[in-house]
């Protein structure tokens, strides 16, 4: 099992930067993915992280603006957001995957998944 909880969500004007936490318990040594999802649409991926750190993949949208990376001595991972734009309004989620070699970057081969927290984007 691998208890998620996301942080650092809120309210930004464009142009800003964010970043978010995902502190995990439990089985802590998983590969970590970001997905979003925003009101109407489906969750999308955003950017996935390997067990070591080593290995990161981003959506095109997001790429150049946004990175992840860990620190497994705290069993915490961040997304590190520049550049906002109202486009990335969404609900963000962190969830962890147990058993591949590399992260996924399909939602459904998640096995755990974190509440999410809001960030909006709007000046």
């Known amino acids: 099992q691998v208890q998620l909880v996301e942080s650092g969500g809120g309210l930004a004007q464009p142009g800003d930067s964010l970043r978010l936490s995902c502190a995990a318990s439990g089985e802590t040594n998983v590969n970590m993915g970001w997905f979003r999802q925003a009101p109407g649409k489906e969750r999308e991926f955003v950017a996935a992280i390997s067990r070591s750190g080593g290995i990161t993949f981003y959506a095109d949208s997001v790429k150049a603006r946004f990175t992840t990376y860990r620190d497994n001595s705290k069993n915490t991972v961040y997304l590190q957001m520049n550049s906002l734009e109202s486009e990335d309004t969404a609900r963000y989620y962190c969830?962890?995957?147990?058993?591949?070699?590399?992260?996924?970057?399909?939602?459904?081969?998640?096995?755990?998944w974190g509440q999410g927290t809001q960030v909006t984007v709007s000046s």
């Open positions: 969830a962890a995957e147990i058993s591949r070699i590399t992260p996924p970057q399909r939602a459904r081969l998640y096995d755990f």
